[in-house]
């Protein structure tokens, strides 16, 4: 088992660049979690996502961002255009529907540097 | 609102030692709380709940309501238990949002 599957795993662009990052949950997980960690601070939700429908995007600052998850399995972060301040690891999660019982699988990250 | 607070960005104690990392909490209900573990090279990880009352790697945590913590305890410190370690809340509600803290870098020395 692969775990979750992060791409790519280092990203340096300028400012003003467009940037996407991919996410491959774990088989069978249909919800779906980005989180963004900027350094020396722990993971701050994005949005989440339950199959393809995003049920909680309230953190997600929609001017510069944007996420989806078409057909409920992969997600796509984006950040457009890109700002200094965006520098940071964006984390994705997954976990089984139903329940939560606090687990969540993560994987490695991505690691934007704006320059 | 919920919030994690984590006061010790780093902690570093000799290998035998007890270990002891803070966590405390501000929720107006009855939360869940967790303790994520992160070492060099791996990803994130759970490494307890409180709901379980369990030992993993020797770790235990217990949540005081009265005190609003949930401090995560280890009476010998081993050195590899150096690592990055969060502390997280989960609210109920429709939210189902896992909070965490700002994290606590441990370091063992040998």
């Known amino acids: 088992e692969a775990g979750v599957v992060q791409s790519p795993r280092y990203k340096i662009i300028e400012k003003k660049q467009p940037v996407a990052f991919w996410c491959n949950p774990i088989s069978g997980h249909n919800t779906l979690y980005w989180y963004l960690q900027n350094l020396g601070q722990g993971p701050e939700l994005l949005i989440r996502y339950e199959n393809e429908e995003a049920v909680d995007d309230s953190q997600l600052p929609k001017d510069r961002f944007s996420a989806e998850r078409l057909k409920g399995v992969d997600s796509t972060l984006k950040i457009q255009p890109a700002e200094l301040g965006d520098s940071a690891v964006y984390l994705c999660a997954s976990r089984p529907s139903g329940g939560f019982s606090g687990e969540l699988f993560f994987g490695e990250g991505s690691r934007l540097t704006v320059l | ?110």
Not at chain 2, 5 to 19: D, I, M, N, W
Not at chain 2, 35 to 53: G, K, P
Not at chain 2, 74 to 79: R, S, T
Request: charged letters at 20%; glycine letters at 8%.
């Open chain 2, 1 to 110: 609102a919920q919030r994690v607070t984590q006061p010790e960005k780093l902690l570093s104690v000799f290998k035998g030692a007890p270990v002891e990392l803070k966590c405390n909490y501000s929720y107006s209900g009855s939360p869940e709380l967790f303790w994520y573990v992160q070492y060099s090279r791996q990803r994130l990880q759970l490494l307890l709940r409180h709901i379980s009352r369990e030992s993993i790697k020797g770790f235990t945590a217990d949540l005081n309501k009265g005190e609003t913590s949930f401090h995560l305890k280890k009476p010998f410190a081993q050195e590899e238990d150096s690592a990055m370690y969060y502390c997280a809340l989960l609210g109920w509600g429709g939210a189902q949002k896992l909070v965490f803290g700002q994290g606590t870098r441990l370091t063992i020395n040998p």
